[in-house]
């Protein structure tokens, strides 16, 4: 078992910037991508960032490249998504979740690739 537990959500003004983190524990971290994703009220939760095991690799989706940036750190067993130029429509429930890279079956950006999940940072973007 993973445990997986976000935090640094918040109340922000548009075009302002928050770090989120996700604390790991329970397994060996560094054999885990680490991905985060978000939910909205009312829709689908959609990919937002990932970084490969090792750190070497990282995806982010369009509609947030250039604004946020994941990394993670495996000495210290944390992943972290630095947002900046916050928009509204980035408003969202953040997830972080963890896949094991020894049986990864699906693409990082697919929320199926990951069999770990934390509860949740909110964040609120204000216009």
């Known amino acids: 078992q993973v445990q997986l537990v976000e935090s640094g959500g918040g109340l922000v003004q548009a075009g302002g910037s928050l770090r989120l983190s996700c604390a790991a524990s329970?397994?060996?971290?560094?054999?885990?991508?680490m991905g985060w994703f978000r939910q909205a009220p009312g829709k689908a939760r959609e990919f937002v960032a990932a970084?490969?095991?090792?750190?070497?690799?990282?995806f982010h989706a369009d509609s947030v490249k250039g604004r946020f940036t994941i990394s993670r750190d495996n000495a210290k067993n944390m992943v972290y998504l630095q947002m900046n130029s916050l928009k509204p429509e980035d408003a969202a429930l953040y997830y972080c979740?963890?896949?094991?890279?020894?049986?990864?079956?699906?693409?990082?950006?697919?929320?199926?690739?990951?069999?770990?999940w934390g509860q949740g940072t909110q964040v609120t973007v204000s216009s």
């Open positions: 970084v490969s095991a090792s750190g070497g690799v990282t």
């Open positions: 979740a963890a896949d094991d890279s020894r049986s990864t079956r699906y693409s990082l950006q697919s929320e199926y690739a990951y069999e770990y």
């Open positions: 329970g397994r060996t971290f560094s054999n885990y991508h």
